[in-house]
């Protein structure tokens, strides 16, 4: 079974330009959640998405979106980039609604200059 | 918000001897704990899970242990090997698939 699926794997943008990022959960998955990951702060949770519906949100700006399609896959935005913005985005996908092991990508390393 | 602590941020254990890394946390909800591991340049790799209604949980040549009293989170790694070293970080949940991690401690094997 295919783990789960991040693109791209790297990209550069500037300052103030904004950014999308795309997951693609294991198969059966429902669940999809997003994490900023930066040198010496771990991993910060974004959001989480369930069956379309976003449940959860960290403590991230109104600049950071995201949003889930109807198979699973899901997509995050940052919009007017900030070069505190550079770090890894890592998805994570996850089986049920509650309580389940969340199976992380290979992230989307963004650096913003 | 909530906090996960790690003791020690950065671990050298010999290979063949048995590694701990230790983790606190700080939510009393939190009923569901996984540790990951991260290599260099890669996403974070499941290790072993447990939840709140277990004390210990045994995996291959890794051992989970809870204490819910103290709050407290250990991995054990027995015959620790050079392919182990890697960040490791703890992760609690408490509602629905969010998880709190902590920032990591750096395991070193040295051979």
């Known amino acids: 079974k295919a783990g789960v699926t991040q693109t791209p794997r790297y990209l550069i943008k500037t300052r103030g330009q904004q950014v999308t990022l795309s997951c693609s959960p294991i198969s059966g998955h429902r669940s999809v959640s997003w994490y900023q990951q930066t040198p010496g702060q771990g991993l910060q949770f974004l959001f989480e998405?369930?069956?379309?519906?976003?449940?959860n949100k960290g403590n991230f700006p109104g600049r950071f979106s995201g949003r889930q399609f109807s198979n699973s896959r899901s997509e995050m935005n940052v919009s007017t980039l900030e070069l505190g913005d550079s770090a890894l985005y890592l998805c994570a996908s996850s089986y049920g609604y509650s309580g389940n092991t969340i199976y992380f990508g290979e992230g989307s390393w963004l650096t913003v200059v | 918000g909530e906090s996960v602590g790690l003791h020690l941020p950065t671990l050298s254990v010999q290979e063949g001897d048995n590694s701990i890394i230790n983790c606190a946390y700080s939510n009393s909800a939190s009923d569901y704990f996984i540790w990951y591991k991260q290599e260099s340049g890669k996403g974070p790799q499941f290790i072993i899970d447990i939840r709140s209604n277990m004390d210990k949980r045994q995996g291959q040549r890794v051992t989970v242990l809870l204490n819910k009293t103290v709050k407290h989170l250990s991995l054990q790694i027995a015959a620790t090997q050079p392919g182990d070293s890697a960040v490791y970080f703890c992760a609690e949940g408490d509602t629905g698939n969010q998880f709190y991690f902590g920032t990591g401690t750096s395991l070193t094997v040295i051979p």
């Open positions: 998405y369930f069956s379309e519906t976003q449940r």
